[in-house]
């Protein structure tokens, strides 16, 4: 429950050993590396640059990455059963499967084919286009070319608004142009598809006829039979449709290669990673300079890989790594109980080298909020029932177990607040345990907020003062810490009690405060002032403890709104089997809705309790992450040395 302690290194080798020594440190991974910075007087030193390789290593990676996207998409409604596992193995594996695995001749072969289906997509959307603009004009039954063609009569295909179709015929009528037609044929999106046809002496009149009332010509494109071009373009559709099938069909067949697909994928990342960590050192004609750091009980294993690689040809200087150093990369070391609650740390900023690791001290806390401000047994129970389902029945990645787990806990702890306010699922059950009423007891809720408020702030305030005795910095401890204890919480006792000896107490803590918290200013006036300032601060606890009844708010409004659901469902369920199936169905979405928020709005603003109120007292953070030369993927979990 610590920060790894770090040994600092500097390693002079050859540059022809570069890419051995890389492969032989990816493989013991806890290695982080200084990006190097190039001295301007220094002209002997030159950076490493790996461009070409690095930029053939990503067109690498899309390659993969596109050929993986298209086959998952072929594959997603295919039965679970056929979906890939996570797969757990060493670095060492994954380079070698990767290395030996033909990926180049799967990638031409997936391009072959979705370029096939692309070019019969574009033919099958050409025909239904075509089929399109024939389908008006099926009960033409005639070759129309042989129409257009005629020496006998004028004809004209085209369409008109069904607005002035009426108009038109009596137009015709009125201009007594008894050698004419305009016969409807089809009706679409308000227009008419018509044909046009008069005698040759009315062709003219009947043109101007046709333009007064917006008749539009439209060229039937047809080399014969309409009705017979219409079932050759059906037939020739069912045709490309069967060839797209097939070629679909190579398409899924590919999925058996996933498994090797999400192998090579890993290792072309984690090839990245390697090249790129080289991009960190200097070199000179021969030799790479190298700096960074190694986990210290890991410092002689260090020595032990470079010997075996390097044998003689190398040249290594490993000191303890400074505390105050803020290049010190972190790695956080929990046990499996605390381990989960690392996220919410990560999520704010790492603590930095001369800090101290907060996750154990603030899972208990976390865990007490979002119980607090859940506090339902059903939902809990649900939650733990769900989560440990999850993670019996699939396997996820590192990172989503760790948040699932997380979740695990938070679940627990809604389940015990959920016994101590006597909530399974907003009340819709009866039951014999219950000390807090949510909803009557709103004194007894407020309470509870500021009391836990109360314990938190001053644990918090006591982090503080543990690091000043850690560091031996005991005016820290005194005028920073326990000044503090004596203004704050002599104000407490004063209200609670009225106790001149509480009143005491805070006002020499007030006062101790103005003397000394300026204590690093070199005038009394600079010092009074900056202590007056910091006094002025003792405001801001009341916000943090006012912050606090946002548990009493968050369960308060969970309660309710589960309570409302439970009106709901008995007003149904009275109303025979329709109401009783009604019923149910309203309080299984509903009663999930209001536990996906209680979730969410505990996970949120049980962090800002954390990061804001609590943070603020002892924490500054600002840490590196430790960069570890292997990454996992969504479906390759790197077994890294001593993981089993």
């Known amino acids: 429950m610590a920060i790894v302690k770090m040994d600092k290194f500097n390693l002079l080798a050859f540059d022809s050993d570069r890419e051995s020594l890389l492969d032989a440190l990816q493989d013991f991974n806890y290695v982080h590396f200084n990006d190097l910075v190039l001295p301007s007087e220094d002209n002997y030193l030159t950076e490493v640059f790996e461009t070409k390789r690095l930029a053939e290593i990503d067109d690498s990676l899309n390659k993969v990455n596109y050929t993986i996207d298209v086959i998952e998409d072929y594959t997603k409604d295919l039965p679970s059963e056929m979906t890939e596992k996570l797969a757990s193995m060493s670095i060492d594996e994954v380079n070698k499967r990767g290395s030996n695995f033909g990926f180049d001749l799967i990638y031409e072969k997936l391009r072959d084919l979705v370029g096939q289906k692309e070019k019969l997509l574009t033919r099958r959307d050409g025909i239904n286009q075509r089929y399109t603009e024939l389908s008006p004009w ?21 369409t008109i608004s069904n607005k002035f179709y009426d108009d038109l015929q009596e137009a015709l009528v009125a201009k007594g142009l008894d050698g004419t037609l305009v016969y409807k044929l089809a009706e679409e999106a308000g227009n008419f598809f018509v044909v ?6 009315y062709e003219e009149e009947f043109k101007e006829i046709l333009r007064e009332y917006g008749f539009t010509r439209v060229k039937i494109r047809a080399d014969e039979n309409i009705g017979t071009t219409l079932t050759n373009l059906s037939a020739d559709k069912d045709s490309l449709n069967s060839e797209i099938e097939a070629v679909e069909g190579e398409i899924v067949d590919l ?20 090249e790129e960590s080289s991009e960190n050192f200097l070199r000179t004609k021969k030799m790479n300079i190298i700096e960074g750091y190694v986990p210290s009980d890991m410092t002689n294993e260090f020595k032990s890989e470079l010997n075996e690689l390097l044998g003689e040809n190398f040249i290594l200087d490993t000191i303890e790594a400074d505390k105050d150093d803020p290049n010190v990369p972190i790695i956080l070391k929990n046990n499996k109980l605390i381990e989960p609650y690392e996220n919410l740390v990560e999520t704010y900023s790492l603590p930095k080298y001369n800090e101290l690791d ?25 939650g733990v029932v769900v989560i440990l389902l999850l993670l019996k029945l699939k396997d996820f990645p590192k990172s989503t177990q760790k948040t699932l787990r997380l979740f695990l806990r938070i679940s627990i702890f809604a389940s015990i607040f959920g016994i101590i306010f006597g909530s399974v699922f907003g009340g819709i059950v009866d039951v014999p345990f219950g000390w807090v009423d949510t909803q009557n007891d709103f004194d007894t809720l407020i309470t509870m907020s500021l009391i836990i408020g109360g314990i938190s702030l001053f644990a918090a305030l006591g982090v503080k003062g543990y690091m000043a005795i850690r560091d031996k910095e ?6 920073d810490t326990l000044t503090w204890y004596m203004a704050v919480g002599g104000a407490i006792a004063l209200l609670k009690t009225g106790s001149q000896i509480a009143k005491y107490v805070m006002i020499a803590g007030m006062v101790l405060i ?3 918290a300026g204590r690093k200013m070199k005038s009394w006036g600079a010092r009074l002032g900056s202590g007056t300032y910091e006094l002025y ?21 969970g309660s309710f709104v589960a309570y409302s659901v439970n009106l ?16 149910i169905i309203i309080f299984v979405i509903f009663q999930i809705f209001n536990m996906f928020l209680s979730y969410l709005s505990a996970y949120v603003h049980s962090l800002r309790l954390i990061y804001v109120e609590m943070f603020n007292k002892f924490y500054e953070g600002g840490g590196i992450k430790f960069r570890e030369m292997v990454e996992d993927t969504n479906f390759i979990n790197i077994i890294r040395r001593g993981e089993k």
């Not at 290669?257 to 192998?263: E, G, N, Q, T, W």
């Not at 907060?358 to 649900?382: E, K, N, R, V, W």
């Not at 601060?537 to 409004?557: E, H, Q």
């Open 474 to 479: 005991f005016d820290v401890l005194i005028f």
């Open 255 to 274: 999925k058996k290669y996933l498994a090797d697909l999400y192998v090579y994928q890993s290792y072309i990342i984690n090839c990245k990673r390697k």
């Open 138 to 158: 099926k009960a033409i039954d005639v070759d129309i070319n042989e129409l257009y063609d005629s020496e006998r009569f004028f004809l004209e295909t085209g």
């Open 537 to 557: 601060g003792i405001t801001s606890w009341i916000g943090d403890f006012v912050s606090f009844l946002r548990l009493m708010a968050l369960v308060l409004s």
């Open 358 to 382: 907060p996750t154990a001290f603030i899972a208990p806390f976390y865990s007490i909020f979002t119980g607090f401000m859940i506090g339902d047994l059903g939902y809990g129970l649900l």
């Open 514 to 516: 103005v003397l000394f």
């Open 568 to 583: 709901i469902v008995e007003m149904v369920a009275g109303n025979g089997i329709g109401g009783l199936i009604g019923a």
């Open 196 to 201: 046009a046809v008069s005698n040759l002496a």
